[in-house]
């Protein structure tokens, strides 16, 4: 709503409607995200610059002294005397100027700045910072921040450095020190071009005391004593008018654990729902079950860890309490056949049990393997996907409501209306990052009961890091395959460049003439004017280059390619007719074939980590030394640090850690996948001590309410039904 009459601002006040900011402006602040005062004081700064005395050019050259290469960062004030433009499309010559402020000159330089001609110009009056370097006997800086001179006499801003810097010769503070025992932190901003921070930090400052009293603490006094949490008043003004770092410091903990607080409170809310509120099936075992289990798995392929896991899921079948467990463990370590026993439980509970993957080509390798598994059980299995016919999915979807069908696997497919099962007592879903929120909730409301849900299952073979284990995911119990299966080798991991793949291709054949099978991973199907390489035109390359002398054993396999095409493509694969398997990220996930023994990623930087840690595990599923060979010239740090993470490792639990510092947490399983807003204030993993308090409190929070019902917590619940309700589906539970 618009300020009142009086003047007076309301959180809801629009950016058109503040001094100063017209409609021009307030679509630059809208591009920002910033509609309203609520966002404005939630916009907050990047990082803080203290502000620098300003001295005289006579000053700054006394102080950095008469010895060539001595420096020192410094202000200064003065008007262009002379300029000079570099020439036209030249970059190595700079933009350069002479500054004078009456006691004396300083030679600037800009490079790659040739615009600044039409800036600076004889008789502009400027403020320049940056660090002045002494040549000879004259001073330069090179490449200084600037802006034209401030009428109302505002300094300019630079980041934190020592005045002295690189000055062993003598001390400053003895001329400045009391202009420099309190720098003024200045905070800088998220802006843009047209929008650039001190405007933004203007348009704060005006509205910013009248805010703040506005704001209403959702966390009581005696609370915030006990946590040494300050005001959430006091936090605003703090973060966005600070006088000193320890001011900064106090502001961001109170922020960023209201962030880390909110979080955990709909966690644990949704927890608590869970186990008070709803009920699941439950489930039959016993020595006759479990033997009878047993028989259908390959006994020798059941490790102690999944026999431990095994343990753990049973004993929450057994309850009534819906389970909701998370089940991880690297690439090839047999979480398939631990989550088959419990969609065998379901079935000799006379249950019906889903399995969601995330592609139709894992789903049809589930339901091969699973097929293949209970070849000769009384199990009734289908296959459901979106590329099936109306016919056969007519006919699956009767079968299923009637009860028919114990076992239904498929993919997105399964969240459908159409989809009724007459008793679902057990949900498994496949590489659960791949899933948000309301995915999970859409299985669970499978049922004409609205209190009843199925158990859940998620699996993942890309580890979740221990901090993020604690966030978004702290309302599942988790069990942990550690080991690989007897037999597995790990996977030698080696990274060339373009410039040697050659090579690469020429020692593939060799392998390939002993006897041994291979995969070759693509970016992309089709050319583009990206740069990738496609898979038609390196499959056509390999087959007329490199891999010449097979190429009727070398097939192509992308997400293009129709089901009963691809299963003929697997089968013979799997046979050994196909030597060498050309494909995208379609088979990073679910394909078994243990002759495959040596993978090729062609350009391998443009792959995140988990999925080049997923597409490796393909291989090294059978008794010969398996071979992944990364085909990359990184140019980025972040490229760089993941080929290297790759070649360093092949422990899934190191990759999702390594990945969780590449990519940050927000990009991890997180904000992005399940819809919820990232955090602006809260650095994982860096307040993990933060979160852990933040996951107490709120445990003790929902302890005591359970459902934030009453006076007291309508703050907090508007709160939070605000920033997580949609995303964590806490409209029934709050």
């Not at 026993?341 to 019906?352: D, G, I, N, R």
């Not at 998620?458 to 119990?477: C, E, N, Y």
Request: proline share 6%.
């Amino acid at each position: 709503m618009p300020a009142s009459p009086s003047g007076r601002l309301a959180l809801t006040t629009n950016i058109t409607d503040l001094p100063g900011v017209g409609a021009k402006r307030a679509e630059l602040f809208r591009k920002l995200g910033i509609r309203g005062i609520a966002d404005l004081l939630q916009h907050f700064p990047l990082r803080y610059e203290h502000q620098l005395p300003q001295q005289t050019i006579a000053l700054a050259s006394d102080f950095i002294g008469p010895n060539h290469g001595s420096e020192a960062n410094i202000v200064l004030q003065g008007e262009i005397a002379a300029a000079r433009a570099a020439p036209p499309r030249n970059r190595r010559v700079p933009f350069q100027a002479t500054l004078s402020d009456g006691t004396g000159t300083i030679k600037l330089a800009w490079f790659n700045s040739p615009w600044l001609a039409k800036k600076l110009h004889p008789g502009s009056q400027i403020i320049v910072a940056g660090k002045a370097t002494r040549h000879g006997d004259y001073l330069q800086m090179v490449n200084p921040k600037w802006q034209p001179v401030d009428p109302t006499g505002k300094q300019f801003t630079t980041e934190r450095a020592e005045l002295a810097e690189g000055n062993t010769n003598q001390s400053f503070s003895a001329r400045s020190a009391s202009s420099v025992v309190n720098p003024k932190l200045i905070p800088i901003y998220p802006a843009t071009e047209s929008l650039p921070s001190h405007v933004i930090q203007q348009t704060i400052d005006s509205i910013l005391d009248q805010s703040l009293a506005l704001l209403e603490d959702h966390l009581p006094a005696d609370f915030r004593r006990k946590a040494a949490l300050i005001s959430l008043a006091d936090a605003y003004r703090l973060i966005h008018r600070p006088q000193n770092e320890e001011d900064a410091a106090r502001a961001r903990r109170r922020l960023a654990f209201d962030e880390l607080f909110m979080l955990q409170l709909g966690v644990m809310l949704k927890r608590a729902h869970r186990r008070q509120t709803l009920h699941a099936p439950q489930l039959k075992h016993g020595a006759k079950i479990s033997q009878r289990i047993r028989a259908r798995l390959p006994v020798k392929a059941i490790t102690p860890d999944q026999a431990r896991v095994i343990n753990e899921i049973v004993g929450d079948l057994e309850k009534t309490t819906p389970m909701n467990r998370l089940l991880q463990g690297d690439v090839g370590s047999g979480k398939t056949l631990v989550a088959l026993y419990a969609m065998l439980m379901a079935v000799a509970s006379k249950h019906q049990t889903a399995l969601m993957a995330p592609t139709e080509m894992l789903a049809e390798q589930h339901f091969g393997l699973i097929r293949e598994l209970l070849r000769d059980a009384d199990v009734s299995i289908e296959l459901l996907t979106g590329s099936l016919k109306p016919a056969q999915r007519r006919q699956i979807l009767a079968k299923l409501e009637s009860g028919e069908i114990d076992i239904l696997i498929g993919t997105h497919a399964l969240l459908t209306e159409s989809v009724n099962f007459k008793s679902l007592a057990l949900a498994v879903i496949d590489e659960q990052h791949r899933f948000g929120v309301h995915q999970r909730a859409t299985l669970r409301a499978k049922s004409t009961d609205p209190k009843s849900t199925p158990h859940m299952l998620v699996m993942t073979a890309t580890p979740i890091p221990r901090t993020l284990s604690l966030t978004v995911f702290g309302d599942l119990d988790i069990s942990t395959i550690k080991g690989l299966p007897p037999g597995r080798q790990p996977v030698i991991t080696k990274h060339v460049s373009q410039a040697k793949s050659l090579e690469v291709y020429e020692y593939v054949a060799k392998r390939l003439k002993g006897g041994e099978q291979a995969y070759i991973v693509v970016p992309v199907i089709d050319e583009s004017a990206t740069q990738l390489k496609s898979l038609k035109a390196h499959f056509d390359w390999l087959t007329k280059g490199p891999l010449s002398a097979f190429k009727a054993e070398t097939a192509a396999m992308h997400g293009r390619v129709d089901r009963a095409e691809r299963e003929s493509i697997m089968e013979r694969f799997r046979a050994g007719k196909i030597k060498a398997l050309v494909a995208t990220t379609v088979i990073e996930v679910g394909v078994d074939v243990p002759n495959a023994s040596i993978m090729v990623i062609e350009q391998a930087e443009r792959f995140g980590l988990a999925q080049l840690h997923q597409l490796r595990g393909r291989v090294g599923r059978g008794s010969r030394r398996a071979l992944c060979v990364l085909i990359a010239d990184p140019q980025t740090e972040d490229a760089k640090a993941r080929i290297a993470a790759v070649v360093g490792s092949t422990d899934g639990f190191v990759i999702a850690e390594k990945d969780m510092e590449i990519r940050g947490p927000g990009e991890l399983f997180g904000a992005r996948q399940s819809g919820l807003p990232p955090f602006k204030v809260a650095d994982l993993p860096g307040d993990m001590a933060l979160l852990r308090m933040a996951r107490r409190e709120a445990e003790a929070w929902v302890e005591r309410n359970p459902t934030l019902a009453g006076p007291d917590d309508a703050l907090l619940r508007k709160r939070l039904m605000k920033v997580h309700g949609k995303a964590m589906g806490l409209a029934d539970v709050a």
